[in-house]
């Protein structure tokens, strides 16, 4: 299928999984001015939502809480840590299509961001159980899912960050996006595509995105979690899951090999715990006008001002705070 064709037939094949629109595309791209790089483009995925939160969750749970609905469920149980932006998304756009969402956590980091995201967690109706660890999360996941069974319905599970071959379409449409803003000439066709990596479904859909747009750009997914496996492998194994979702649903695509590379020494001491580049990347960001945290756009940020790399280099910021 080429790249045109797939562009016309991408409405339609939506059309034949459960979807349901919680943002407005596209996402803007633009030039970033007063860092030490002067090619460092930026798709600015922080507004997206129509709600209380945004961020690159939201394009997941497009595809993951319709499908949901399609079950006749009425709970979602899912994993994260205590500052889980993943978590706090599902719990308010579940909220708006009746969905009750289940979180256990375990521990992170403490710090300002965390405190203020438990305080959103609390705010958002989502039941929470501190399991604190994942081996205790594991063990206590079937007590879990038996507490929170209605009549005979149990829980959905969504795995940590969404990042099921369903989820990752969400960022397959988004490189298409991505695609359709370079050949309008809005920006140049990246090189490279800078992205942090915490479950893995925003860097593989990605690259599968920008393999089935045409675009030749290769995608640098910046490890920030050690809890998951997260290698290039992992990461393509992910998107070839989802290119075979797309198949079973009439897309006759057969993309080139993936350009995607996961990167791991921007991580630090593991996950949540802040390093002094993201911290500085940070406040490099901020001079741009973007807003990052500590945990995932900072250290991803970090890559793309810190790696050699030959332009045009484009960060996807996948924070989505709202006041």
């Given at each position: 299928m080429s790249t045109a064709r797939l562009h016309r037939?991408?409405?339609?094949?939506?059309?034949?999984?459960?979807?349901?629109?919680?943002?407005?595309?596209?996402?803007?791209?633009?030039?970033?001015?007063?860092?030490v790089r002067d090619d460092l483009w930026c798709k600015d995925e922080s507004g997206y939502g129509s709600g209380g939160w945004g961020g690159n969750k939201v394009r997941k749970l497009e595809w993951l809480l319709p499908e949901v609905r399609r079950r006749g469920a009425r709970t979602v149980f899912t994993v994260g840590a205590t500052g889980t932006n993943w978590g706090l998304t599902a719990a308010l756009?579940?909220?708006?299509?009746?969905?009750?969402?289940?979180?256990?956590?375990?521990?992170?980091?403490?710090?300002?961001?965390?405190?203020?995201?438990?305080?959103?967690?609390?705010?958002?109706?989502?039941?929470i159980h501190l399991t604190r660890t994942k081996p205790l999360t594991i063990a206590a996941a079937p007590w879990l899912f038996l507490r929170h069974t209605h009549g005979l319905r149990p829980p959905v599970y969504l795995p940590a960050g969404g990042s099921s071959p369903i989820?990752?379409?969400?960022?397959?449409?988004?490189?298409?996006?991505?695609?359709?803003?370079?050949?309008?000439?809005?920006l140049p066709e990246p090189r490279y595509v800078v992205t942090a990596v915490g479950s893995g479904g925003t860097a593989a859909g990605l690259a599968l995105g920008c393999a089935l747009a045409g675009l030749r750009s290769q995608v640098l997914g910046v490890v920030v979690n050690d809890t998951l496996p997260l290698g290039t492998r992992d990461l393509v194994r992910l998107a070839e899951r989802t290119a075979t979702v797309l198949r079973r649903r009439g897309a006759a695509i057969d993309p080139p090999p993936l350009r995607l590379v996961s990167i791991h020494s921007y991580l630090g001491e593991g996950y949540g715990h802040p390093t002094p580049e993201a911290a500085a990347a940070a406040d490099v960001a901020a001079t741009?006008?973007?807003?990052?945290?500590?945990?995932?756009?900072?250290?991803?940020?970090?890559?793309?001002?810190?790696?050699?790399?030959?332009?045009?280099?484009?960060?996807?910021?996948?924070?989505?705070?709202?006041?």
């Open positions: 037939r991408w409405p339609e094949l939506r059309q034949t999984l459960p979807f349901h629109r919680l943002g407005n595309a596209p996402t803007p791209v633009r030039r970033l001015t007063g860092t756009y579940g909220r708006e299509l009746g969905i009750d969402t289940v979180l256990a956590l375990i521990d992170q980091p403490e710090d300002e961001h965390v405190r203020e995201q438990r305080r959103r967690l609390r705010a958002s109706g989502a039941t989820g990752v379409l969400g960022y397959v449409e988004a490189a298409l996006e991505l695609g359709e803003q370079v050949a309008a000439g809005e741009a006008g973007l807003r990052l945290e500590p945990v995932y756009t900072a250290k991803g940020f970090a890559a793309a001002l810190a790696l050699d790399l030959d332009g045009p280099v484009l960060f996807l910021n996948t924070y989505g705070p709202r006041p």
